[in-house]
């Protein structure tokens, strides 16, 4: 139990809750305001690497701004898709599951079409650290530094812009917003709008770590579905957050001492736990006891 | 309910006319209409429910329905005749069908089946019957060979599918040309010859020689091999008969993989399959080949035990790929090992081998992790890797995702050498990972693109010939290519394509000269012997064959007891089985 060795435990648990903190945070935003499961955030996240690959190796042009330009791209892509295809599911949760379905199958399998099985992969930039006979790759920790800024990025658009308050208000009572002036469909469409640009940052942050091959997002979305379920709908900030801190360091320990396979059942009996004891997931958890909190206060 | 019996019937259908009736649907639930929704909404997308008053009105006129046989085959032959319109009037799209739908309207009355619907009915299906029966009865004519072949084109494995796919269609053609593998029983050997050799080995990319050893001061026995492996067969195909290849794509899916060969099998009736590239894959499908009597080869390097007699594998197999590769590691880095291997069959049971011959080796494997095939980010192998200080590690991973592993180890400044019967050779790598990924990277294989003989050049120079944007000629494309040219030898061996007289000359003891040197099929094993050679990459990614064993045979299974020419058997054996690997292993 060396210092070092905690550093590395440390180091593993940044590196999976960036992990799962990345892949869910866009899910779980569209799924908290417009209330919708986006079984094709995987094929965003793909989209995402997509681009960032292609741009970087037909274009030529510095990864940061291919980086970008996949945010962007996806960003308004999901907007499209949002007026196109989205709109009309709003009150139909099945019908938005198999649509969602529908397009990712043509994201998926278009892609293998167009672009061939594979891609060659952005290098990724070998910095390393090293420390007490441990080396780690410092680029994830660039990563988990994504992360924790993209929810201080999210946190700052709900909790202090105007934006913020009305979708606030449109989470917690749609109609009630329309009556007081707030444009709901708008609210969702940049909602959704920005979902998939997170989705887009996701892939184009892990593009350089993973081949890039058409069905790469599955390997993100089986645990994002995870991370969205155990927080739960009712915050999708603190909800993200919350979750992905919990489950990653459920299954970091057991990752490093059993190895690979033991770290991912860890993390599904824990998920299997939390829902059967807190079934409107963690931010529904910590909703319901504010709004405890405050009843008492008032009796 | 309804939407979602009208979504499943019209899968075949106009997709428009789902969500037709789905609105259809809703808005008389809404308007507070009864209709009975009766079973005839199964049978086909809402044709009974027109658009329009007066045909509601029509449809609610007619008589109640009996829950007997009539009214339904009504339907059918309105169906019928939809699907018929559907297909002559496919370019007018939703307007024809609208169109029918009017043209439908006055039949709802009609309570039983007639005359007429029958016959339109029959009609219809056997012109579907011919026109779907046509292929075959056109292939039946030409009497070609037909060539079951199930690679994985997408999916975990796609990178390794494509090139066996070339592999076995290079194969083809030079067979539907008159060509053949030059073989025989025995290989012809060449003279030994006393020559001058340089004092290390070339080292070489796909591109170019990049050192040729330095001078040529040392004497040595060298032997020669010609470079011209193909000979003429003396006919175009086999038996007179050209080689046609069905391939479909399993996507790198077991269930696919068992779906496609039964409908190869019993649809196709293909003459040999030759499938698979995972060993979960192939013990998917091997009941079914057995089930059916289907000459099945499986072209890929493996965990070693498939004693079977429709099986023939032409891929290398532990003792002649794990064994020498740990030699040499062991007498070069050490005697510590941690073994990284996928989750499957395959890696656990080369790991078992592994764990096996350590010990017969003066070596130990102080760790293994192993790593379910979903799996692409590694921090937490790497940082048990670090932990354990081994000499090298022994690499079982496969698959794209398990490939991200080595720009993320070089990237976390992992320096160990590293061991492996499959990555670079099977899956290049080395040249899709920017260097110095794979460097300290060792690996034995049965055949590499770099290998540096003429008449590998001469083979390379066929293949990008044919199929110029190849990125890479793999070790299993070369299994493929060997394995369809022995199939045809053995088929025109045997004169027939019946399978057990091909079985029995592929037992004849028949060997060939593959690209990489002189292989044989043991008639015991029915496995391939191999020519060997221990590859290097180096920090430029460069390849260096540092050792070669030109003839290591499949000597396993035999030690078990198979011998498939008296006693046919139909299983894979594992390493629990043979009592020497349990032997060895109690003594450290």
Redesign the interface.
Known sequence: MSLP?LV??L??YA??VA?LLLAALGLMIILGVVDVINLAHGELIMLGAYTTTLAYHRAHLPLPLCMLLSVVGVGAFGMLLERTVIRRFYRDRLGALVATWGISLILSQGT?LLLG??L??V??????V?YG?????A??LLLFGAAVGVVLLAWWVFYRTRLGVRTRATMQNAEMARAVGVDTRRIYLYTFGAGSALAGLTGALYA????I????G??FV?VAFITVVVGGGANPILGALTSSALLALIS?PL??AL???A??IGLLVAALAIIRFLPRGLSGYFHDLQRRRMAAART | MERAAAVLSAGLGDPFRVVRTAQRAATQRLSGRLVVHHSCSLTHAGACHRRGPRVEGAHRRAPPRAPGMAQPLTRVGAHQRTEDAMTNDETNGIASSERLDAQESPRPEAVGITRRDFMKATAATAAGVAVLGAPAIARAQAQAIKFGLLEDRSGNFAIFGLNKWHGTQLAIKEINEGFTLDGGVQGPGGPGVHAKIAAKPPTQNIKQTVDNGGAQTRDDVVWTESAEYLVKSGEQGVLGRKIELIAPDPQSDNTQFQALARRLILDEKVDVIMAGFASAEREAIRPIMDQNKMLYFYNNQYEGGVADKNTFCTGAVPEQQIVPVMQYMIKNFGPRIYTLAADYNFGQLSAAWTRAMAPLLNAEVIGEEFIPLSVSQFSSSIAKIQQAKPSWLMMYITGQNHSNFYPQANAAGLQFPMGSSINIAQGYEHRRFAPPALNRFHVTASYMEEIPTPRNKLFVKRWRAMFADEPYLAMEGHSAYVATHLYAKAVRLAGTTEKAKVIQALESGIGVEAPAGWVAMDPATHHLSQYIRLARCDEKHDITFMTEWPHIEPWWTRRLGVNLVNKPEYKQYVPDEDPFFKMFGKKK
């Open positions: 060795y590395s435990l180091y593993q590196d999976n992990f293998l099985p594979s060659i992969a290098p990724l930039p070998d910095w390393t090293s006979g441990y080396s780690f790759g680029y994830r350089p770590t993973t081949t091959v058409p069905l790469m599955t390997t089986d970091t990752s490093t190895g690979t396979f770290g991912r």
